[in-house]
């Protein structure tokens, strides 16, 4: 049997909850564009998304371990798959519609220099005085504009829908700016699924990189009452944490988070009587969340990766190669663009210098940078 579109979207509104984004109702793209016969509006999005330049080089972009310190380490195209795998849970479970979390999801860290957060930081302060830098506006013009792809349109052309989500997408480092997207309604419930999924899967996977890495031994966490429950469960005495204990702990792990957050939230959506996608945007305060037991925990665990990850001598070492290599690389395009490609160099007009810069590093690897840097002030390397 040939399921075209129409059946398609006839299958999705039966299995969604009332609040559930429908891709038939979408608002829409911003250019003329014709549907696909056999995907919805947001599974074409989706698979756009994943061919992008942008997606792809997510591979070799840090997420806590920069990329050759191990190649077991998540770097942000393993953690974008893991917030892709949580949210379509999430949304299965409640009812939400799974495809537009995942395409979500997959589109939240497009922007994101090199060098995870320690780059974002070091851009947006080279960017002060020339609009700033932030990763959420960066996903979303890499997204209606730098990504050239077709010859119709610039950028991918996406739904309102997934652009008002990537612009909304907001944790306890980014807070959103949705000025162009109504900024007066909160994030659907598939735009906050995926915010809490990105929190739920950097806090589990930095624990487990931190714990695989040395950074973290299993003696600096007794006392956190996650790990206490974690032990418990397994009847782990330690000292030692075999690789096949670790990786129990932690899938119990994300799996105490998953449940909690799906059942609290259900009492939250039953308590709001919310009969559509609109009153969710409509109510005071996200209706997704930990119970609060569970929010004290997690807020628990990561305070301690707060303090003793996030600010370990090695992840600050490589906190502060970056800020050097991203300054270099910016100061040195700026005294002289004739260095830039030629490519890059036919967007200066356009753009203007600095921020044609910033786009420009803010799409390379950390390796594209490491090297490009090698280029430029090693006098024994070639250009």
């Not at 204990?245 to 609290?264: K, N, P, S």
């Not at 303090?307 to 970056?322: F, Q």
């Not at 036919?346 to 210098?353: A, E, M, P, T, V």
Request: net charge negative; hydrophobic share 35%; charged share 30%.
């Amino acid at each position: 049997m040939y399921f075209d579109r129409q059946k398609l979207e006839e299958l999705e509104d039966k299995a969604l909850a009332p609040y559930g984004v429908r891709s038939k109702d979408t608002k829409g793209r911003a250019y003329l564009d014709d549907e696909p016969d056999y995907r919805t509006a947001f599974q074409r999005d989706r698979d756009r998304i994943i061919h992008t330049t942008a997606f792809r080089r997510l591979e070799y972009k840090t997420q806590v371990f920069i990329n050759f310190e191990g190649d077991y380490f998540r770097t942000r195209l393993t953690h974008t798959l893991e917030v892709a795998q949580i949210g379509r849970t999430l949304a299965r479970a409640l009812g939400a519609n799974e495809d537009l979390v995942e395409t979500i999801c997959l589109a939240h860290d497009l922007g994101h220099s090199p060098f995870g957060h320690s780059g974002e930081v070091a851009l947006a302060r080279l960017m002060k005085d020339y609009g700033g830098f932030d990763h959420n506006k960066q996903s979303l013009r890499i997204v209606t504009e730098l990504e050239q792809r077709y010859p119709e349109f610039p950028g991918l052309n996406l739904t309102w829908e997934v652009r008002e989500g990537m612009v909304k997408h907001e944790s306890e480092y980014d807070i959103s700016d949705a000025r162009d997207y109504d900024p007066s309604l909160r994030g659907n419930l598939e735009t906050q699924i995926c915010n809490v999924a990105d929190e739920m899967a950097y806090t589990t996977h930095d624990l487990d990189d931190g714990l695989r890495s040395g950074t973290i031994t299993p003696q600096m966490l007794d006392g956190i009452a996650l790990w206490e429950i974690l032990r418990q469960t397994f009847n782990w005495a330690g000292p030692t944490l075999d690789d096949l204990e670790r990786h129990r702990m932690i899938r119990q792990l994300v799996g105490m988070l998953v449940t909690d957050m799906i059942e609290a939230t259900d009492k939250r959506l039953k308590d709001s009587a919310v009969k559509s996608p609109l009153d969710i945007q409509k109510l005071k305060t996200n209706v997704i969340g930990y119970s609060e037991d569970m929010q004290r925990r997690n807020r628990e665990l990561k305070d301690f990766l707060y303090k003793n990850m996030y600010s370990h001598y090695r992840v600050i070492r490589m906190a502060v190669k970056a800020e050097r290599v991203i300054s270099d690389l910016f100061q040195a395009y700026k005294a002289e663009p004739a260095i830039l490609p030629d490519t890059v160099q036919k967007s200066i007009d356009k753009r203007g210098l600095e921020r044609t810069i910033c786009d420009y590093i803010a799409g390379m690897t950390d390796r594209f940078a490491i090297e490009e840097h090698q280029k430029l002030f090693n006098p024994m390397e070639k250009p």
